[in-house]
């Protein structure tokens, strides 16, 4: 809500509401729904599946971890046998979590995105993103080269940038390293590379 209201100058609207934050889970709570979501459903997890499933999500979002097992679940109903090798799980990863119906699970971040910010900064945090997914670090020198791109009618880019950058950081896409900014989760940055990375051109290496 707090993107929505402030695009909309009305934050003080809320100001008398407690914020509650849900976090991701931590790897062992993420690992001990996976093993016991198996256990409830009968699906025979081999040794070292639930942690590998974390691995690759890289945060454990709740959503997420279940729409991981939701999707091994299926294919193990599909094929006529409720059991998970580790080959299987990284073919469910890349086919069905980064896949058709991954996208379809995972495409409201990109609209959520939109409607927060308007579609011309929605096209910079889009490269924004992709720049970050591409090369693993949205650097100050990327953004500093970013700013020499583009040219907005209602504001300044410098702010915009920042206003792109505070949403971000609020909707759980980046954090702040010590090179730049980085994906959180793992999978969002697989999933939106897949979806917009194929013929991006990093910011540094344009025009060289």
Known sequence: MEPILRQAKLSATINHLLPFELKPWDEDTAIGCIKAL?????????????EEMVKSLGCCIPHHVQMFFSHIYDRSKRKGKLE???????EVYENEMLGVRGHAELTHYEERLEMVLGKELFTLAVDMLTEASVTGCLTKEAIAALQKEYTLEEADIVEAQKEVVWVLEHDGYIIQSKEGYVFVSKLLRDWWKNRHGAFFTPVLKRGV
């Open 84 to 90: 998970c090798s580790m080959k299987e799980a990284g």
């Open 38 to 50: 198996a256990n409830e459903y009968g699906v025979i997890l081999e040794a070292g599946v639930a």
